[in-house]
């Protein structure tokens, strides 16, 4: 079995050939044209830090567009003997991707492609894919095993994040001026959130800095995990710039949590991928995270 994923899964190149994943790239366009990016381009994390510096100027627009037909494709050609389990950001979100792929696998039936759409968006994409992994580790699971996990975990999958630039966002047409001036000069930070399979990204609070923001983090997933009756926990965060430090230390408070309540707890951190760095802008850290049943 092939495992392939679009790049909204938030994995960093070497973990993305650790895991033997074949993997299609959304195009990103800088000022309406192409930007050239890959996975696995030479020093990506280099040239990521240029495509930022470009973000920060008010003069540049950045954005995406959807996945063609011929990308899905090429991407079932290099395995075409293989059985692919195909794994998507949430497809109710780009529908010129949900129409691609649909096309692409009813015009190319020589391929034998089971496709799962994550109803997710940025690392609750990845998360999935790392706690179905987790799951079937050691054991020979087949494909359909590894949907049926995948279908299992997609409505336990939980999206949470920080946004600092706010004038990116009024850029982009997402807040307004006024109230992108008044939470800078207040030092307010919003705190964004995905509910499970809903594929929709929203504001679910505010803090000041990131450690008001992490202990908040905390007692969501707490609630979530005692809700669920859960002890098995799957983090993946991402990150750019200098935002580790946020990832760090939220990862130190479930290693702290998880020891209190006996979790069964994995955590993965991740450099953000170009895909979604036109949405979120210059400055973000954020998680995707499954409690598992």
Not at 17 to 29: M, Q, R, T, W
Not at 248 to 267: F, H, N, T
């Amino acid at each position: 079995m092939k495992i392939i994923i679009d790049n909204t899964c938030q994995l960093e190149p070497e973990r993305i050939k650790e895991l033997n994943l074949g993997l299609i790239d959304y195009p990103i366009l800088m000022n309406g044209k192409v930007y050239p990016q890959t996975w696995d381009m030479p020093n990506w994390r280099e040239e990521k830090e240029k495509f930022i510096e470009l973000m920060r100027d008010k003069n540049n627009k950045a954005s995406t567009v959807g996945l063609t037909k011929e990308q899905f494709i090429e991407a079932f050609e290099k395995d075409k003997d293989e059985e692919i389990l195909l794994i998507t950001q949430g497809l109710n979100n780009t529908r010129a991707t949900r129409d691609a792929l649909h096309n692409a696998l009813r015009d190319n039936t020589q391929y034998d492609v089971k496709a799962f759409d994550s109803m997710s968006l940025v690392s609750g994409v990845g998360v999935q894919l790392l706690a179905m992994l987790n799951e079937v580790k050691g054991k020979n699971a087949s494909r359909n095993e590894c949907y049926d996990i995948l279908i299992k975990n997609r409505e336990n999958t939980h999206v949470l994040g920080v946004l600092y630039d706010m004038f990116y966002l009024h850029r982009g047409g997402r807040v307004s001026l006024a109230k992108a001036v008044m939470a800078t000069a207040m030092g307010i930070i919003p705190l964004l959130s995905s509910s499970p399979a809903s594929g929709v990204i929203k504001a679910v609070g505010k803090a000041r800095n990131f450690k008001q923001a992490c202990s908040r983090f905390l007692v969501t997933i707490k609630s979530q995990m005692e809700e669920k009756n859960s002890k098995r926990l799957t983090v993946a965060m991402s990150y750019v710039n200098d935002h580790d430090k946020e990832c760090l230390y939220m990862k130190k408070l479930l290693e702290a949590a998880a020891e209190e309540m006996g979790w069964d707890l994995y955590v993965e951190i991740n450099y953000s991928t170009f895909a979604h760095m036109p949405h979120l802008g210059p400055d973000y850290f954020e998680m995707g995270y499954v409690i598992g049943t």
